[in-house]
Nanobody, 126 residues
Framework: QMQLVESGGGLVQAGASLSLSCAASGRTFSRYAMGWFRQAPGKEREFVAAINRSGGSTYYATSVKGRFTISRDNAKNTVYLQMNSLKPEDTAVYYC???????????????????WGQGTQVTVSS
């Protein structure tokens, strides 16, 4: 089992920045592709960003590209999501996810991820 614990959520005004962290334990972190997803009230969980095992390849949803940055530190077993220029429509519970892979590509599909964190709330006021 891999355990994932998100932190860093909060309430901010539109235009502000916020940094999320996801600490992993229980497995060899560098063997896992990682992703961030979010779920707003009444909506399905949606993909936000993904990063491959080594950290050299990333992929973003169109809605966050250019504003959000995903990164990872395999020595610290942690994946990050830096969120800039936040908008009210970014309000959601943000989840990190992990998937054991043998390739070094990104994983962007919700159903492919085996492990999920409990989520952290991000609220952006207008």
């Amino acid at each position: 089992q891999m355990q994932l614990v998100e932190s860093g959520g909060g309430l901010v005004q539109a235009g502000a920045s916020l940094s999320l962290s996801c600490a992993a334990s229980g497995r060899t972190f560098s063997r896992y592709a990682m992703g961030w997803f979010r779920q707003a009230p009444g909506k399905e969980r949606e993909f936000v960003a993904a990063i491959n095992r080594s950290g050299g390849s990333t992929y973003y949803a169109t809605s966050v590209k250019g504003r959000f940055t995903i990164s990872r530190d395999n020595a610290k077993n942690t994946v990050y999501l830096q969120m800039n220029s936040l908008k009210p429509e970014d309000t959601a519970v943000y989840y990190c996810a992990a998937e054991a892979v043998v390739h070094n590509g990104v994983v962007i599909t919700t159903s492919e991820y085996d492990y999920w964190g409990q989520g952290t709330q991000v609220t952006v006021s207008s």
